[in-house]
DNA sequence: AATTCGGGGGA
DNA sequence: TCCCCAGAATT
């Protein structure tokens, strides 16, 4: 697909949004460094998630593993705590082997060859792009959402953004309107123009600097652009899940398996089906491989939506013999103060708080 | 080409 | 509720 935008109109257009982010490029800190690495953190972080989510992890971070060898090298206990409660988890453990990559292969610099840039975990065409134009000011498209919005609008593009041969089509179009000489404000100026005028409902074209080049402004078809068909079905999950107290006033947790849904992080014991569970007391007591002392009132329910799917726990209480736990790997008998070095997903954070609750209310 | 990966925020 | 977010890897 072509712009169909002559060579001078071109020209403005990217003037237009250059001035544009000149006075309103939003303040952010890793715009405030030129090292590669930390702009490599940023855009992993900023992945499928919203600027105000990542502040604070994106500092947390830095001040934790200021250089790239830091952190190629750290625990993945560690690493996953530091990345508690961010989502996509296998981000943080592809950046790492990435890191890890960088170094051994690169000299533990980040690469200025988009093919180089595309061989590293966790790097796909637009993080490449980000980091080529951002670090390098190397022109080349970074195709994200927000793109999606303003190219899909500007050019009333057809193509449904849901499939993956759409993104080459996007791809043409920023690479024959975008800045050669200042790829990396425009690529950010972007960003800023999806997050802050270009937005999916009530987009504000009246503020925005290239609304003169927009079809579907010119044509008031803003809201069926960009094109998006693809439907989300979420699965139900139901979950049972037991708090067991020891006799020595510890936790019994478990380490999630090695890959799949939350991979490595902990949890307490749980058992999960596609279908509600019967007797649920009885039927921990019978699944748990060893003897457990049951409270037969639940403690409550917890829902938690993923992208995918929706789990429905069912929490518990109970109480166990340290001594009687059978001997495997996965589980940990762990402090009350421990448990904050233990990197948990959200819902059995909500699960633990749940827990804290009802004990506080029976003394 | 379709599915699997989290979690929070806005309307 | 539904859809989105500075997407990538796996199936």
Known sequence: MNS???????SKFQESILSWYEKNARVLPWRKTSNPYHVWISEVMLQQTQVNTVLPYYDKFVKTYPTIQDFAFDSEDK???MWEGLGYYSRVRNFQAGCRQVIEQFGGEVPRDKKQLLSIKGVGDYTAGALLSICYNIPTPAVDGNVFRIYGRLFEV?????????KAVYESLVNETMSQSNAREFNQALMDLGATVCLYKNPKCVECPVNQ?????????????PVKLGKTKVKDVHLLTVVLKTDTNKYLIQ???SSG?????????????????????????????????????????????????????DVYSGTVKEKTIRKDKTYSVITETQMKKYAF???????????????????
């Not at 169909?4 to 071109?10: A, D, Q």
Request: net charge positive.
């Open 4 to 10: 169909k935008l002559s060579v001078e109109e071109i």
């Open 79 to 81: 690493v996953l705590k």
């Open 158 to 166: 057809e193509d449904d953004i849901s499939k993956a041969k759409s």
């Open 213 to 225: 080049f927009c079809s579907a402004n010119k044509n008031n078809t803003i809201e069926k652009f």
């Open 255 to 257: 380490k999630r398996p």
């Open 261 to 313: 849904l939350l991979s490595n992080f902990y949890m307490f014991l749980s058992f999960e089906s596609d279908t509600p569970f019967r007797n649920q007391p009885k039927f921990l007591e019978d699944n748990i491989p060893f003897k457990v002392n049951m409270k037969k009132e639940c403690l409550g329910n917890v829902k938690h939506v993923f992208s995918h799917l929706k789990w429905n726990l």
């Open 345 to 363: 997903p959200v819902p059995y954070q909500k699960v633990w708080k749940m827990y804290l609750k009802s004990k506080g209310l029976k003394k």
